[in-house]
């Protein structure tokens, strides 16, 4: 059973660009969450989605930050217009339906490592 | 707010040596604690989980005792292998939002033979 997968795992931007990272989680798995890590920072929470929806996005910053789960394809969080405080490491996990709802037993991918120059 | 602080690294072992990798918490209610693991090139990997007081998480050789008196979660391995070369991150879920993980800094080991 593949794991998370996360693509570019590295991705070069100029300031004023867009980027778009991707996720894609564990087979079988249909809850989603997408962390940051700034440099000499632990991971944030930036937001949770379940397939088509996003059920928990308090810790995406309010402008330029989009995040989405289409019912086929992978998980992208988008960043327009990128600044060079976007740098940092966007870590994607992932966690089966369960009765409970979402988890905090998550299976994480080895993250996208941004550099906005 | 929930807050996790572990210890600063690097951290250089000899392997066989001792490790502690020290962690304490700042959380409302009663939050579970983890202990993650980030090989190179890797994501990040649960190594243990505690979800009540005096709960005891154990994996691998590693070893964490959930201790709510002192807000800590220290991680321990009696003897390292040069494997255990990685991050280490310590982190904790609380509330009815228990999907939000918060976690620590990391802490970087490197263990030579």
């Known amino acids: 059973n593949a794991g998370v997968m996360q693509n570019p795992r590295h991705l070069v931007r100029r300031r004023g660009q867009e980027a778009r990272l991707r996720c894609s989680p564990m087979k079988g798995h249909s809850h989603v969450y997408w962390y940051r890590q700034l440099p000499e920072e632990g991971l944030k929470f930036m937001v949770y989605?379940?397939?088509?929806?996003?059920?928990?996005e308090s810790g995406m910053p309010k402008e330029r930050f989009s995040a989405e789960f289409p019912k086929e394809g992978p998980s992208i969080l988008r960043i327009q217009q990128v600044v060079r405080g976007d740098s940092a490491a966007y870590f994607c996990?992932?966690?089966?339906?369960?009765?409970?709802?979402?988890?905090?037993?998550?299976?994480f991918g080895p993250g996208t490592r941004l550099t906005v120059l | 707010g929930n807050s996790v602080t572990q210890m600063e690294g690097p951290v250089t072992l000899s392997e066989e040596a001792f490790l502690t990798i020290n962690c304490t918490y700042t959380a409302t209610g009663y939050p579970s604690l983890f202990w993650y693991v980030q090989y190179p090139g890797e994501g990040l990997q649960l190594l243990l989980k505690?979800?009540?007081?005096?709960d005891k998480g154990s994996n691998k050789g590693f070893e964490a005792t959930y201790r709510k008196e002192t807000t800590s979660f220290h991680l321990e391995k009696g003897s390292v292998q040069v494997s255990d070369s990685a991050v280490y991150f310590c982190a904790l879920s609380s509330g009815g939002s228990n999907y939000k993980l918060t976690f620590g800094k990391g802490t970087l080991l490197t263990v030579n033979p």
């Open positions: 505690a979800t009540k007081a005096d």
């Open positions: 996990a992932s966690s089966p339906p369960s009765l409970a709802g979402a988890t905090d037993t998550q299976y």
């Open positions: 989605l379940q397939k088509e929806n996003i059920i928990d």
